[in-house]
């Protein structure tokens, strides 16, 4: 029910954009997240954005390079994510809320994607 894109191989310093297809009925009124997993490592937040789009929250470690926004007439998310760093090399996982405000608990999210592998080299 979420389909992830956007995902690749990125030098350090480039950009990526994700996004993140689902449906109505699926994500309409829910908040949406993004989460990463780096090998070895557990799946962390990197931010999130409520119901409408008028509120947003970055992790600390991504907060001024990436932004998410969201275009609800086409149930798609997106993460801009500028002056990537080796460090963001993880699978990106979009997720759907349970509530419309937003969250960055792991189990506030009830639908999650496949993942999208995002590669930063150096």
């Known amino acids: 029910q979420l389909v992830e894109s956007g995902g690749g191989l990125v030098q350090a310093g480039g950009s990526l954009r994700l996004s993140c297809a689902s449906s109505a009925r699926t994500s309409s009124n829910n908040a949406m997240g993004w989460f990463r997993q780096a090998p070895g490592k557990e799946r962390g937040f990197v931010a999130a954005i409520n119901w409408s789009g008028g509120s947003t929250n970055y992790a600390d470690s991504v907060k001024g390079r990436f932004t998410l926004s969201r275009d609800r007439a086409k149930n798609t998310m997106f993460l801009q994510m500028n002056s990537l760093e080796p460090e963001d090399t993880a699978v990106y996982y979009c997720?759907?809320?349970?509530?419309?405000?937003?969250?960055?608990?792991?189990?506030?999210?009830?639908?999650w994607g496949q993942g999208t592998l995002v590669t930063v080299s150096s």
């Open positions: 997720a759907v809320a349970r509530g419309s405000s937003v969250t960055r608990h792991f189990s506030g999210y009830n639908y």
